[in-house]
C-alpha cells in the first residue's frame, strides 16, 4: 500500500516539499534565536553571579580588612598605653588604610610610640653608649646607697645587737613608678630610656620615696646563766638597735605623687604580671625561673642578721646563713618543691647535690645567672659560703649573697678568681 501511490499524491507531495523547507528553515532560524538567547540569559545569570561574587569577595574582603584594622588597632590601643593614651586617636584613624597598611603603620609608629613612652624602661637594660649609667648599674649605686646608710644608722648609736626587720621595695614597683612620673608626666614627659643626671636624680627621688629606714634603740634585761658551782648569774642590760626598713607599694605613691586616671592605668599595665619576664630581663638580663631567684634574691639586699632565713629554715638562733638564704630564695620560686634546687644549710651538702645531680661546673667557668655559686676562701677542698649569680659579663661574676658581712649585699669577682670553688646550675 506505501508502495503504490498515485501519481497525484506524489504530485501534493512536491509541491509541499519546498514549504516544508521554509518552514524548517523559519523553524531553525527560531531555534537558533531562542538558544542564543538562551545562551545570552545563561551569559547574563553568570555575570550577574560573578558580579555578586566579586561584590561579596569585596565585601567580604573589606570586612576582613576592618576586622584586621580592628585588631591591628586593638592591639594597638592595649600596648599603646604604654606608650601613651594619646595614641588611641591616632591608632583609629587607621580605619581608613587598608589592613597590611594599618599593621605596617602601627608597628612604625609603636617603635617610637613606646620608646618615648613610660614603657620605654624596658629598652633601658643595656648600655646606650651615651657615657650615662644602665639601668643595672643605676640599680646597684641605689641598693649601695641603701646599705651605706643602713651601716650609717648602726655606726650612730652604741648598741650590743642589731635587729632588722621590713624589706625594701620591689624594684619593678619603684621602676613602674619612675616611668610613669616621667614618661607619662602631662606637662613635660621625658623619655626613660637613658639615665641622665636628671633622671638619676628622679630615679633616686622616687627610690627614697617608697623606701625609708627608722631606727630606735632599746634595752633588754638579761640574765647569765650560773655557773657549775651554783653562782647565780648576773644581770645585765642588752642595747638593741632596732632598724626597720619600710616600703610603699605603687599604688601609695600613685596617691603621694597625684597621678591621674590615665597615669594610674599605665602604671597598673605596667605591673601586669604578663609583663614579669620583661622585668627580669630588664633588671638581670634573663627572662626564665632563673631570673626569678635573681629577683627574689635582689629584693633582700639590705636585711641584717638574716633572721627570716635562719628562722623560716627551722633554727632557733643564729646560725652562719647563707646556705639558708639561698634556700629560703628557691623556696619562694617553688624551686625546692620542684626539685631543682636543694635545701641545704651547709654548703657542702649543697655542693655534693649538684654534683651528684650531674648539674656541677667548675670553677674558672662563666656561670649563668641565676647559678648558685660555692666559695672556698681557705682553699681546702672545702665549701664556705655559697650566693646566687646575679650576672657574667666574661670577665666579672656579679654575685647576691645572704651573711655577707651579717648582711644581704651585691659583690663581685673575676672570673677566674680562685676563690670561687664552682658553681650549682639547677635546670629552671
Known amino acids: 500500500m506505501g508502495a503504490g501511490r498515485s501519481k497525484s499524491s506524489r504530485d501534493e507531495t512536491e509541491r509541499e516539499a519546498p514549504i516544508r523547507d521554509i518552514r524548517r528553515r523559519s523553524e531553525a532560524r527560531m531555534g537558533r534565536r531562542?538558544?542564543?538567547?538562551?545562551?545570552?540569559?545563561?551569559?547574563?545569570?553568570?555575570?550577574?553571579?560573578?558580579?555578586?561574587?566579586?561584590?561579596?569577595?569585596?565585601?567580604?574582603?573589606?570586612?576582613?580588612?576592618?576586622?584586621?584594622?580592628?585588631?591591628?588597632?586593638?592591639?594597638?590601643?592595649?600596648?599603646?598605653?604604654?606608650?601613651?593614651?594619646?595614641?588611641?586617636?591616632?591608632?583609629?584613624?587607621?580605619?581608613?588604610?587598608?589592613?597590611?597598611?594599618?599593621v605596617a603603620v602601627v608597628v612604625i609608629c609603636l617603635v617610637g610610640l613606646v620608646a618615648a613612652s613610660a614603657f620605654g624602661i624596658f629598652f633601658s637594660g643595656g648600655d646606650m653608649g651615651d657615657g650615662n649609667p644602665t639601668l643595672r648599674e643605676a640599680v646597684a649605686a641605689l641598693d649601695a646607697e641603701h646599705e651605706a646608710r643602713i651601716e650609717q644608722k648602726k655606726a650612730s648609736e652604741a648598741h650590743d645587737e642589731v635587729a632588722l626587720s621590713g624589706s625594701t621595695t620591689p624594684w619593678r614597683d619603684v621602676l613602674a613608678v619612675f616611668a610613669v612620673k616621667v614618661a607619662a608626666d602631662p606637662s613635660d614627659p621625658r623619655d626613660v630610656i637613658t639615665l641622665d643626671d636628671a633622671r638619676m636624680d628622679s630615679l633616686r627621688s622616687v627610690f627614697w620615696d617608697m623606701n625609708s629606714i627608722e631606727v630606735s634603740l632599746e634595752e633588754r634585761q638579761v640574765t647569765e646563766v650560773g655557773n657549775?658551782?651554783?653562782?647565780?648569774?648576773?644581770?645585765?642590760?642588752?642595747?638593741?638597735?632596732?632598724?626597720?626598713?619600710?616600703?610603699?607599694?605603687?599604688?601609695?605613691?600613685?596617691?603621694?605623687?597625684?597621678?591621674?586616671?590615665?597615669?594610674?592605668?599605665?602604671?597598673?599595665?605596667?605591673?601586669?604580671?604578663?609583663y614579669d619576664a620583661a622585668w627580669r630581663t630588664v633588671l638581670h638580663g634573663v627572662a626564665g625561673d632563673s631570673g626569678e631567684i635573681v629577683e627574689v634574691a635582689a629584693s633582700q639586699i639590705g636585711n641584717v642578721g638574716g633572721q627570716p632565713y635562719w628562722s623560716w629554715y627551722g633554727f632557733g638562733s643564729r646560725v652562719e646563713w647563707c646556705a639558708c638564704f639561698v634556700s629560703w630564695c628557691a623556696n619562694e620560686c617553688g624551686l625546692i618543691e620542684s626539685g631543682a634546687v636543694p635545701k641545704f644549710s651547709y654548703c657542702p651538702t649543697g655542693v655534693q647535690w649538684f654534683k651528684d645531680a650531674g648539674l656541677w661546673r667548675a670553677g674558672g667557668e662563666e656561670p649563668q645567672p641565676g647559678d648558685i655559686v660555692f666559695f672556698d676562701w681557705e682553699g681546702d677542698g672545702t665549701s664556705d659560703h655559697v650566693g646566687i649569680v646575679e650576672s657574667c659579663d666574661g670577665r666579672t661574676v656579679e654575685t647576691i649573697e645572704g651573711n655577707s658581712g651579717d648582711a644581704c649585699r651585691r659583690n663581685a669577682y673575676d672570673v677566674g678568681s680562685a676563690s670561687i670553688m664552682g658553681y650549682g646550675t639547677p635546670m629552671y
Open 34 to 102: 531562542a538558544a542564543e538567547a538562551a545562551r545570552s540569559s545563561v551569559r547574563s545569570r553568570a555575570q550577574g553571579a560573578a558580579r555578586a561574587r566579586t561584590a561579596g569577595s569585596a565585601h567580604q574582603a573589606a570586612r576582613t580588612s576592618r576586622r584586621t584594622a580592628r585588631a591591628s588597632r586593638a592591639a594597638a590601643t592595649r600596648f599603646a598605653r604604654m606608650a601613651a593614651l594619646q595614641a588611641r586617636a591616632g591608632i583609629a584613624a587607621l580605619g581608613s588604610l587598608g589592613a597590611v597598611a594599618a
Open 228 to 274: 657549775e658551782e651554783g653562782d647565780a648569774g648576773e644581770t645585765g642590760t642588752v642595747k638593741v638597735l632596732r632598724i626597720t626598713l619600710t616600703s610603699r607599694t605603687a599604688d601609695e605613691m600613685a596617691d603621694a605623687y597625684g597621678f591621674d586616671t590615665e597615669q594610674r592605668e599605665i602604671l597598673s599595665e605596667l605591673l601586669d604580671e604578663r
